[in-house]
């Protein structure tokens, strides 16, 4: 069988109701609705109930990537989840997923780690497996960070969402194909995104709950922001160049949505018209893994995605982290 004969069949997504809005953080932290709007394009954000749990968020972009697919759960041969915000430390939330679902006893497994660039990677993997066997697989991307994050760091609580999104791979006359994807790693600057806390370099200890350490995230904003537009920027132009197309050629970007200026210097590196671009930002705020295939339902949904149209993805996250991918419509 040929490459092109399999694609992704079924898009999904999900943000839990409760909307946050600045205001309200600023009830919470010293900061304001200016200064989130103006450092990030922030409005507000999902913020999931008490009750929800990631499995639960992954569960209801799942089952809608599903029926978008015309693919039961029982059908499913493999399941993967790209999260840092998992259901436990073990096992894994696609072996909660698979049981929510009632999928048969799939090969199951998550990708963590890789931050916001995490979902762009499983579809990455996912698309490699589908091809290599000839089977239906779901990849997920799901964060619940309001839950693991510190509500008294402005620096970073005021950044972060809950969401979820997912789509269904596998065979089909007319999928939509992945023409080109890349994916890099570059571990020497782990240390300015990252979370230690609950890790063997940094083992959970009373004194760190009393510090409020085990909820932090060992952030550097500025050069976080300069590395994510140049490794989102790069990764674009090398799946265009794989893949032996020009940016103009391109109909709709889906950038992960960390900062609304981040996103604009993309734009501005890429040479994009406005149109060419999508943000949500505004309305969820950084949902991590679960920010591109989100995006990526709103847009097909909203109808931004004409059959025919190329639409490129890109990511970048903790590690760093950072991956792209070329889709064919
Ligand atoms: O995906 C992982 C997380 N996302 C990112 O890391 C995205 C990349 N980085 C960014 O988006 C930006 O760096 C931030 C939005 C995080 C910060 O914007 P910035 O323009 O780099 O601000 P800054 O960190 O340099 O802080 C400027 C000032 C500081 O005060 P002083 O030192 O100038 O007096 C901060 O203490 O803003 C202060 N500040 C805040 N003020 C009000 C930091 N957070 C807040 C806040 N409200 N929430």
Known sequence: MTRSRFGILGFGG?????????DEWAEYVDTSDEWITARTGIKRRRVADDRETTVDLAAVAAEKALADAGVSAA???????????????????????????GAGEVTGYDLGGSGCAGFVLALDVGMSRVVQ?????????????????????????VLFGDAAGAVVLGPAEAPVELLASTAGTDGSQADILARFAGGTRKPFSLEMAERREHLEIAFNGREVFRQAVKRMSEASRD??????????????VIPHQANRRIIDSVRKSLRLGEEQIYVNIEDYG?????????ALFQAREEGRIEPGDLVLLTAFGAGFHWAAALLQF
């Open 133 to 157: 066997r000839s089977r239906r697989i779901l990849v997920v991307g799901v964060e619940l960070i309001t839950r693991m994050m510190d509500w008294s760091d402005r620096a970073t609580c």
């Open 14 to 22: 999900y943000a839990p109701e409760r909307v946050m809005t600045n």
């Open 239 to 252: 799946v265009l160049e794989q893949a032996g197309k020009r940016i103009e050629d391109v109909a709709l």
């Open 286 to 294: 950084n949902t991590g893994s679960a920010s591109v295939p989100l």
């Open 75 to 101: 059908e499913l041969d493999e399941i993967v989840i790209a999260t840092d915000t998992p259901e436990a430390y073990a096992p894994d939330t696609a072996a909660f997923l698979q049981h929510r679902l």
